[in-house]
């Protein structure tokens, strides 16, 4: 027997339905989808609950190293029939490594969901990890590396990162290092498959034209097998805390000096976490933000600046970025902490909370006309609330928050004395 939820909801402006339906099946493995009856493709992802916050100092960036390797061949079909597979039907089949998740998706139309779970599951469960593959992959992976390096605005992320969760695998960037990769063998990778690709830290997601019980059936064609080992996370149980700050500088052979700064921010079960992604958008979303208007369209310190917020299980991360002229970094570092202080200071005008919950949900509006942004929020959504959170709930929520809320957030977050700051200055 299998447990079902179901839900159903429809948003007025889009006089659309949308059907959610759970199945768990008996070896714990997650079924989620969202049929949109209107639309003509399916997006189609599985997920491990397993990201580079799971790895010690040893084993990081195998996650996503084993994300590539995949790829490379199974018992069924070569590199070149997995490429085939599904773009010789006009789809598109790709995979992504977070944090704290692994996504392996493809997108087709909904006649074409068979040969896409067959895809997918032959990359999860029959994976070769042939040797030359092996090697010629990490070859790959370390040039991904050497090109993010070569990018001083994806690197600085890291650099951040690292400086805020220091002796923590949260700091440990998710491409891992170069040392790593080059001491991965396939025993490594069978390791990693057997101890977290398990029916109870998995999900199956699908958005779109989909059938809820076709889909179980053929879920339950190709997982029956998949059982429990019970190999335990590396996952730390503390929590990390905002205890001190962090100035880092480093140089490259650039014309433009880079900046990111921020702190430890909310956990996505977080009672805050709608007040706080009100506060980032009005501070750092979009051209009418109060940091664009500030440091471009005021002061013109920047041509790129904007602020974000990351959400995971326990933690999360909110931190601004800009783009300058090293003569200017301290100015521009000046005035985003006014901007700060303003917001710890006072309460936001009604007017612009009013705007930039408009904005939000206009925003998250649009989003619905993406299938795989349907099925990333489907999936994602299940690995870290093990819940579906519809639309309409999120709208809500956005809409209660108050501008006492927005100030409460300000006053415990944005604590300059907490706040580590980055810099690549060019050389």
Not at 67 to 78: A, I, L, P, Q, W
Not at 219 to 235: A, E, Q
Not at 267 to 277: A, E, K, M, T, V
Not at 396 to 419: G, P
Request: aromatic residues 6%; glycine residues 6%; proline residues 3%.
């Amino acid at each position: 027997m299998h447990k079902t939820s179901q839900a159903v909801h429809t948003h007025p402006v889009q006089q659309e339905m949308s059907h959610y339906q759970k199945t768990v099946l008996d070896n714990g493995l997650r079924v989620v989808t969202e049929s949109i009856p209107h639309v003509r493709s399916v997006s189609l992802g599985i997920w491990a609950h397993v990201g580079s916050r799971d790895e010690d100092q040893s084993a990081n960036g195998i996650s996503h190293f084993l994300e590539h390797m995949v790829f490379k061949g199974t018992k069924n079909r070569s590199v070149l029939e997995i490429a085939q597979s599904l773009e010789s039907l006009g789809g598109y089949l790709n995979a992504f490594t977070t944090k704290e998740q692994t996504c392996y998706y493809a997108r087709v139309l909904d006649e074409n969901v068979p040969q896409a779970m067959d895809v997918l599951a032959d990359l999860i469960l029959n994976a070769t990890f042939k040797k030359q593959e092996l090697e010629k992959e990490k070859l790959v992976v370390i040039e991904e590396l050497k090109n993010a390096e070569d990018d001083p605005e994806d690197i600085i992320h890291d650099y951040f990162e690292k400086a805020l969760f220091p002796n923590h695998t949260l700091g440990n960037p998710i491409i891992g290092t170069q040392e790593n990769l080059r001491r991965f063998q396939r025993d490594d990778l069978k390791a990693h498959v057997s101890a977290h690709y398990v029916p109870n830290k998995m999900v199956i997601a699908a958005a779109g034209s989909i059938d809820h019980n076709t889909l179980v059936g053929m879920v339950r064609k190709y997982f029956r097998g998949l059982k429990l080992n019970g190999t335990p996370s590396h996952r730390p149980a503390s929590v990390p805390r905002r205890e001190r700050s962090a100035y880092e500088e480093h140089s490259r052979p650039i014309k433009q000096a880079h900046v990111c700064l921020g702190t430890i921010g909310y956990g996505i079960r977080h009672r805050d976490r709608y007040p706080l992604l009100v506060l980032n958008a009005l501070l750092g979303e979009g051209m009418s933000s109060r940091l664009y208007q500030s440091i471009r369209e005021k002061h013109g310190l920047a041509y790129s600046v904007y602020s974000y917020v990351t959400m995971l299980s326990d933690a999360g991360v909110f931190g601004a970025y800009l783009g300058t002229d090293k003569k200017n970094i301290e100015n521009a570092l000046e005035l985003v902490h006014k901007e700060l202080d303003k917001l710890r200071a006072r309460e936001v005008p009604k007017t612009e909370l009013e705007r930039t919950k408009s904005q939000i949900k206009g925003t998250l509006m649009l989003g619905l006309e993406n299938m795989s942004g349907r099925m990333i929020r489907l999936g994602s959504s299940e690995i870290s609330l093990d819940s579906y959170v519809s639309l309409d709930t999120i709208l809500k929520k956005v809409n209660t928050v108050t501008a006492e809320d927005i100030r409460r957030v300000a006053l415990d977050l944005f604590d300059a004395s907490k706040f580590s700051t980055i810099v690549i200055r060019p050389a």
